[in-house]
């Protein structure tokens, strides 16, 4: 099951801490990550959607210096998670590749730090995705978050990652991690 289930790393449509929708600039360290985390849960494997050709063209160099270059001769490790991610325009190119893979349109379970009804909780989570049948794009959002209208994909959305007190701005590739240890993980 894990392996029909991907992340998707979305840098638009994103919103700003004003609430406007914008296009946020690829992080290195968040594509390593994903690429880690993916890998180490045994997930089919990561998308990082950008509509901005040279942040694909980034994404592509550092690509190459790990999958074919140096990169990957110095630490194989980092280079067998990679091998797991790919850049794409947009969402909808990411549910087409998932789509073409497994021959069935996946399910999007969106994620969001702000509240609303209906929120999946992590418990009912983990049990719903083991009779999923489909394949699965948890889709997160760099930023201040996805923008409605990714949010709006989405079939399903878990809820905020709570911790003890009133704060809540964790990182994108922190609340991926946690989140998808709450769904996969071995407690």
């Known amino acids: 099951m894990r392996e029909r289930v991907y992340l998707a790393l979305v840098h638009h449509p994103t919103v700003d801490r004003g609430g406007a929708v914008v296009a946020t600039a690829v992080t290195t360290l968040d594509l390593h990550d994903f690429a880690r985390l993916a890998r180490t849960y045994g997930l089919g494997g990561v998308y990082a959607t950008t509509p901005l050709e040279g942040q694909r063209d980034l994404v592509a160099s550092l690509l190459g210096h790990w999958l074919e270059?140096?990169?990957?001769v110095t630490n194989p490790s980092r280079k067998e998670a990679l091998k797991g991610?790919?850049?794409v325009g947009d969402l909808a190119e990411a549910r087409a590749a998932v789509a073409e893979c497994w021959?069935?349109?996946?399910l999007l379970v969106g994620t969001s730090a702000r509240d609303a009804p209906g929120r999946l909780g992590f418990r009912e989570g983990?049990?719903?995705?083991?009779?999923?049948?489909?394949?699965v794009l948890l889709v997160f959002g760099t930023g201040w978050g996805l923008a409605p209208e990714a949010l709006g994909q989405c079939g399903r959305v878990?809820?905020?990652?709570?911790g003890p007190g009133d704060y809540n701005h964790?990182?994108?590739?922190?609340?991926?991690?946690?989140a998808v240890d709450r769904l996969f993980g071995d407690w």
């Open 126 to 135: 983990r049990r719903w995705l083991e009779g999923v049948a489909e394949p």
């Open 85 to 87: 991610l790919r850049v």
């Open 170 to 178: 964790l990182s994108v590739r922190s609340a991926a991690s946690v």
């Open 69 to 72: 270059g140096q990169g990957g």
């Open 103 to 106: 021959g069935a349109e996946p």
């Open 158 to 162: 878990l809820e905020p990652i709570r």
